[in-house]
């Protein structure tokens, strides 16, 4: 294969694992497979296909949604942290120094049956796959690991977007909502983020609906609504002024939702 066809892989398999990461989000919060061992299976394909350690990713996932990105919230970005920062270490660090985010996962994964189990077999799996793939091909190991790292950074730009200069103690502030048609066609309505961190079990569909319902009742905040995509340049650009290596004020406190938000397990 030429040099131009394996690019085009990777700019292929950037693309599905972004997309991937849409449908294994809506996964963790409603199921789209009933089945116990059917869901458990779909749980796995979806953690690995995003580079994920599934059952690690989804209580690192509700542990967010408890704290709505503020004290608490282990993937929050530190006070007077620059956004490339951010980006680089929350990419790297389930790789490469996961100690003390792995200690916290496991603390939580014992509160339930099987999910420490689950958590090792998930890790074992994904870096199992790795290894025996820069075993048979090495550079093909580091252009999909390269390619794994990128999509993981790209979800965490859509994290700090989603949540720039929100407040975690105000119910109305909790998300910034982006009524971007293209992406929400084809994110699952992912721009609504407001609507979901307060109503996290609601189905995607009817997040555009709720998000109305919501507004009529005060509970999103006009100045945290935009037009443009997470990934949209212009909203890129923003981000990185906003959050420059430079000193900052800190993020507020959180307070929990009144739902406690569903899972997949």
Same mark, same amino acid.
């Given at each position: 294969?030429?040099?131009?066809?394996?690019?085009?892989?990777?700019?292929?398999?950037?693309?599905?694992?972004?997309?991937?990461?849409?449908?294994?989000?809506?996964?963790?919060?409603?199921?789209?497979?009933?089945?116990? &061992?059917?869901?458990?299976?779909?749980?796995?394909?979806?953690?690995?296909?995003?580079?994920?350690?599934?059952?690690?990713?989804?209580?690192?996932?509700?542990?967010?949604?408890?704290?709505?990105?503020?004290?608490?919230?282990?993937?929050?970005?530190?006070?007077?942290?620059?956004?490339?920062?951010?980006?680089?270490?929350?990419?790297?660090?389930?790789?490469?120094?996961?100690?003390?985010?792995?200690?916290?996962?496991?603390?939580?994964?014992?509160?339930?049956?099987?999910?420490?189990?689950?958590?090792?077999?998930?890790?074992?799996?994904?870096?199992?796959?790795?290894?025996?793939?820069?075993?048979?091909?090495?550079?093909?190991?580091?252009?999909?690991?390269?390619?794994?790292?990128?999509?993981?950074?790209?979800?965490?730009?859509?994290?700090?977007?989603?949540?720039?200069?929100?407040?975690?103690?105000?119910?109305?502030?909790?998300?910034?909502?982006?009524?971007?048609?293209?992406?929400?066609?084809?994110?699952?309505?992912?721009?609504?983020?407001?609507?979901?961190?307060?109503?996290?079990?609601?189905?995607?569909?009817? @997040?555009?609906?709720?998000?109305?319902?919501?507004?009529?009742?005060?509970?999103?905040?006009?100045? @945290?609504?935009?037009?443009?995509?997470?990934?949209?340049?212009?909203?890129?650009?923003?981000?990185?002024?906003?959050?420059?290596? &430079?000193?900052?004020?800190?993020?507020?406190?959180?307070?929990?939702?009144?739902?406690?938000?569903?899972?997949?397990?």
């Amino acid at each position: 294969m030429s040099e131009v066809g394996r690019a085009a892989l990777l700019v292929l398999g950037f693309v599905l694992l972004f997309w991937n990461y849409a449908v294994l989000h809506n996964h963790m919060h409603v199921p789209i497979a009933r089945p116990r &061992a059917l869901r458990w299976l779909v749980s796995r394909t979806l953690g690995l296909a995003c580079g994920f350690a599934y059952r690690g990713f989804h209580i690192h996932h509700f542990n967010h949604h408890r704290y709505n990105d503020g004290e608490g919230d282990w993937g929050r970005r530190r006070p007077g942290e620059g956004a490339l920062t951010y980006l680089v270490r929350s990419t790297l660090t389930p790789w490469f120094w996961p100690y003390a985010l792995l200690g916290q996962i496991w603390k939580v994964a014992s509160q339930k049956r099987g999910q420490r189990a689950e958590l090792v077999l998930d890790f074992v799996l994904l870096q199992g796959s790795l290894v025996v793939l820069a075993l048979w091909r090495p550079w093909l190991a580091l252009s999909y690991f390269g390619m794994v790292l990128l999509g993981q950074l790209t979800i965490h730009l859509l994290n700090l977007a989603a949540h720039h200069e929100t407040d975690a103690t105000q119910k109305d502030g909790l998300g910034v909502t982006s009524t971007s048609r293209l992406y929400n066609l084809l994110c699952f309505n992912a721009g609504y983020h407001q609507a979901h961190h307060l109503r996290p079990q609601a189905p995607w569909r009817e @997040l555009p609906a709720l998000t109305a319902r919501l507004a009529g009742e005060g509970l999103v905040r006009p100045t @945290l609504q935009t037009p443009l995509a997470p990934i949209h340049p212009a909203w890129v650009v923003r981000l990185f002024r906003s959050y420059a290596p &430079a000193p900052c004020n800190p993020q507020k406190d959180s307070t929990t939702t009144s739902e406690t938000p569903s899972a997949a397990t």
